[in-house]
């Protein structure tokens, strides 16, 4: 598959190619000496570019095209997934996807957003972007998870709610609105992690909970930086402005008081390591569902109206 | 000197046109009949002509719907505290005191508790004039506190929307105020209190997507423009013109999302029969 290189990861992708070629010519003493050098040059480059990265940069980390996605996660998180499909009213939604599965031993519903990965499965993916069958669906697969008192995983990673003609005729927003309210009633645990792009209702629409993770690098806001710079500077070039102004990143909603944790990801992000990355969010995610589990079922609701109550500043 | 000068005034967008004027009289956007201020109130502020309604603010509908001299107001001065020291072309500090100034209000929403043919009602009701009704954290808080309020007292709850959506200039913090609202309404339901939602022209974005789209009942002024997406959205997705009355009420009754089209002038009764209906116990029921 060709990889997709950002600008910023050009200088590391750089030399790490030097390095592979260099590596057939190991045997020669000089070469593996110059292997280690360039490799610390790496490794120093790696924590200078990274821990200096704008919140755009974070943006596009958090599109990387070859970003695991929820069926990566779920592939290589769990065993034994059983895939279930549509809303049992309109249609399936290719966009959202779900099912049982286990977390070592843990049965869980685990639901997040499909994006795809050529402009094929994109289309069949619709870039990830939900209808409301999307939303119905996901219900639909929550409430069996209540039934069966199993915990539910979701995983976020949405441009947005799906803007389109059909989306609005079957009702969109009283799609997210009744998903909202479901979700803070449900009577199992609900860990939501934003694996990828969080944007706006089309995301949270799936991100209600009672633990609310967020990937390094990944965003999570109100709107795109796009939109907001198209919406408040009336141009689509203050993209950066825009992101910096939302304050969008995993830190920066730790800071805001609206996830609990951050999970790390990586040297590089989440691309450079699927297999890492998958490993870490699934023992996160081990670790938050084992401290739920004592919560009692009648309890849920209180404890996220207070939870979301939190959320927000004013003042008088 | 430039023969020609470029206005430094923006465009005015398609959304601001049917405010109230100040002045002594207006004209009907929609037919281009000319009102006196006096017959605009009396006809609460609709065209007597063509039926159009003008918007108006959360001060208007509190006297239109709720029993005179019933509305006690709470929290009238909760304000914005600018978690993100946000900046776009302006300070949204600015941008918030300029709303208060010109709107004489300190967010979009105002809450309060009152009767409608003296049955006890919780209100909130939101202005667009402020920051085009857009939800933040204040918005969010202050539904939050009116629900609360009806849960506490067992009292019908009716929320009047009219928004741009929620708030960009404070960030994911906006977003969160529509999970908080749902929650809390989530604790209405299973109290068995009742929830009427009337949507006025317009309700879109994060706030259709959370408390406008979960009454028990939704009523719809007629002629709002309802949705998701804004228009210009879909539009700019699809590459097509949108047909006409496309997320307006009655496309909106068509499609099963609202239950009802109330003409502004019918507002007081119709949702005055909606709370006896909600506080009825009818014989063998178990509540």
Known sequence: ?316 | MAWFKRSKENIASETQKKEVPDGLWTKCEQCGEIIHRTELEKSQFTCAKCGAHFRIGSKEYVGIILDEGSFKEYDRRMRSGDPLKFVDTKRYRDRVSEAMKKSKLHDAVCWGTGTIEKQPIVLAAMDFSFIGGSMGSVVGEKIGRAIDKAFKTKTTLLIISSSGGARMMEGALSLMQMAKTSAKLARLAEAGVGFVSLLTDPTTGGVTASYAMLGDVIIAEPGALIGFAGPRVIKQTIGKDLPPGFQRSEFLLEHGFVDMIVHRKDLHAEISRLVRYFSTRSPGSHR
């Open chain 1, 1 to 316: 598959m060709a990889k997709m290189v950002l600008d910023f990861e050009k200088p590391i992708i750089e030399l790490e190619q030097k390095i592979e070629e260099m590596r057939r010519y190991a045997g020669n003493p000089d070469i593996a000496a110059e292997i280690v050098k360039i490799e610390v040059r790496v490794n120093q480059l790696q924590q200078t570019i990274y821990a200096g990265l704008t919140r755009w940069q974070k943006v596009q980390l958090a599109r990387h095209p070859d970003r695991p996605y929820t069926l990566d996660y779920i592939s290589l998180m769990t065993k034994d997934f059983v895939e279930l499909h549509g809303d049992r009213s309109f249609r399936d939604d290719h966009a959202i996807v779900g099912g049982f599965a286990r977390l070592d031993d843990v049965a869980v519903m685990i639901i997040g957003h499909q994006k795809g990965r050529d402009t094929k499965s994109n289309v069949y993916r619709n870039f990830g972007m939900p209808n409301p069958e999307g939303y119905r669906k996901a219900l639909r697969l929550m409430k069996l998870a209540e039934k069966f008192r199993m915990p539910v995983v979701t995983l976020l990673d949405t441009p947005g709610a799906y803007p389109g003609l059909e989306a609005e005729e079957r009702g969109q927003a009283e799609a997210i609105a009744r998903n909202l309210f479901e979700m803070a009633r449900l009577r199992v645990p609900i860990v939501v992690a934003i694996i990828g792009e969080g944007a706006s209702g089309g995301a949270l629409g799936l991100g209600v909970g009672d633990r609310i993770l967020m990937m390094e690098n990944s965003w999570y806001s109100v709107i795109s930086p796009e939109s907001c710079s198209s919406i408040l500077w009336r141009s689509w070039e203050f993209k950066e402005q825009a992101a910096e102004a939302l304050q969008l990143t995993a830190p920066d909603l730790k800071k805001q008081g609206i996830i609990d944790d951050i999970v790390p990801e990586p040297k590089g992000g989440a691309h450079r390591n699927p297999e890492q990355a998958a490993r870490v969010l699934k023992e996160t995610l081990l670790q938050e569902l084992k401290a739920l589990a004592k919560v009692k079922p009648e309890k849920f609701l209180e404890r996220r109206i207070e939870k979301f109550s939190k959320m927000g500043v004013w003042v008088g």
